[in-house]
């Protein structure tokens, strides 16, 4: 066969039901081979130890796993990075596709995103993520009109922070994708975008099955645990000193800033002052402070110094945090934002803004238009 397709499940826990990931994988076999695209499937086996033998045990052909590849990753640290690495440098397939060992594809999915890589040979298809509430993430930002090829910063592709869908092996290696290792979080962030804005084509398969994203994780997974600030933005001091990014355009690294200070800044802040059950000086203190005045600040001169589509509200609160003293001033500064209103939510930081193409506005508007086109609709 021309071309193949390797879907990776990383298996980090037993426990969760890596199963029914590697078979809504292998189910989609004879459809792909109709297309004239072999199926490969790979496991990666995550710091298993002895459990690993009873993972692999009964495989062999006729079992559930027949043609499943097994790999093993045993460098001790809880991150995803080392095994996704691990099979992305063993992987000689056309296309790589990460699947999560909680999530699942749908049926059709892997031929309906080969399918529309086709026509402009892209370098990689973001995947239709369906959340564990069954609706289809209306992200990243794509216009109305429903381009064949994304633009990264017309589309907002970096409101997309996972590299879900189909990735061309040889674009990964020209664009030197790989996963930060060493992290707990935030490993996937600086790679995908790198992958958006410089391997060439992105597509999305308009009304093409799903990746569909579960709750099955358990109370084990590390991105539900709270850390330090210093800790949680480990990646985001990467992506500010990445080289690929210093020579990047204004508006893209303002396209950056905007989605890291609005997602990943603002939902860190209101993570920590609506949190239980953790000591009130361990939720924010003078250390915490400082990193988020020092992080913030860097963020803004990342950006050429000002993000005036921010709105009020968020800008507000970013201001107010650095100069929180403890974890009561910060949800006092939190109250005041949740009790913004929509105006506070609305007009931006400069009002001068409000129509800018990033401004939340402008973004509203958008998404009335992207819902009547059906832009992230199934067929």
Known sequence: MSQSIEVVVPVHDVERPFKRAVSSALAQRAELS??????????????????????????????????????????????????????????????????????HLEPGSLAAWWKAAQPAGASAVIAPLRTPEGTILSAPRIRPSKPAILDPLKDGLAYRSVPYGLLRRSALTNVGFRYAEGLRTGEDIEATLKLWFRSGPVCYPYGAPAYHQTDDSGAGRVTSSLSNLADEFKWLERLLASEWLRPASRSERRAVALKVLRVHGIGALLRRAGASGVPDDALWNEAERAYWADISSRLYAFAGGSLPEVSRRDTELARAAAAAADVRSLRTAVERHRNAGRLGDLVPANPAAILS???????????????????????
Do not use: I, K
Request: proline letters at 3%.
């Open 34 to 103: 109709g297309l004239g695209v072999e199926l490969r499937v790979t496991v990666v086996l995550h710091n298993l130890g002895a459990a690993a033998a009873g993972v692999t045990a009964g495989s062999g052909a006729g079992s559930e796993f027949d043609g499943v590849t097994w790999l093993t990753c045993d460098d001790g640290v809880p991150s995803p990075a080392g095994p996704r690495n691990r099979a992305l440098d063993a992987s000689t397939a056309t296309f790589l596709s990460f699947l999560d060992s909680d999530d």
């Open 357 to 379: 193409r990033d401004s939340v506005l402008r973004h509203y508007l958008t998404e009335r238009l992207r819902a009547r086109a059906g832009v992230f609709s199934r067929s």
